[in-house]
């Protein structure tokens, strides 16, 4: 069964910084392209950005463009999310997710799903 792991959330001050981790076991963690989701409280889902199998594809949603980048460590079956830049408005529960097909993770349709981490951004 795979299993998605995230750690390194917590409250951070406007303009900081946090990395989000996110451990996959279960199956090859080369076989997925993964992906970063968050849920602020009364709002829906959204995708935050998106990494291919091999790491040579990234892909981010417009209002984390230029803040946040995604990346991978295959060898630790580790998908990472650098949040720099830190606002308010990114205060959410953050999820990663993964898929075989990178369309699905692009969509907001991936398989699996991890439990979630919370980041808080003060101003």
């Known amino acids: 069964q795979v299993q998605l792991v995230e750690s390194g959330g917590g409250s951070v001050q406007a303009g900081g910084s946090l990395r989000l981790s996110c451990v996959v076991s279960g199956n090859t963690f080369s076989n997925f392209h993964m992906g970063w989701f968050r849920q602020a409280p009364g709002k829906e889902r959204e995708f935050v950005g998106a990494?291919?199998?091999?790491?040579?594809?990234?892909y981010y949603a417009d209002p984390v463009k230029g803040r946040f980048a995604v990346s991978r460590d295959n060898a630790e079956n580790t998908v990472y999310l650098q949040m720099n830049a830190l606002k308010p408005e990114d205060t959410a529960v953050y999820y990663c997710?993964?898929?075989?097909?990178?369309?699905?993770?692009?969509?907001?349709?991936?398989?699996?799903w991890g439990q979630g981490t919370q980041v808080t951004v003060s101003s």
């Open positions: 997710a993964a898929d075989g097909l990178y369309n699905n993770v692009l969509n907001n349709r991936p398989s699996y």
């Open positions: 990494i291919s199998r091999g790491g040579g594809v990234t």
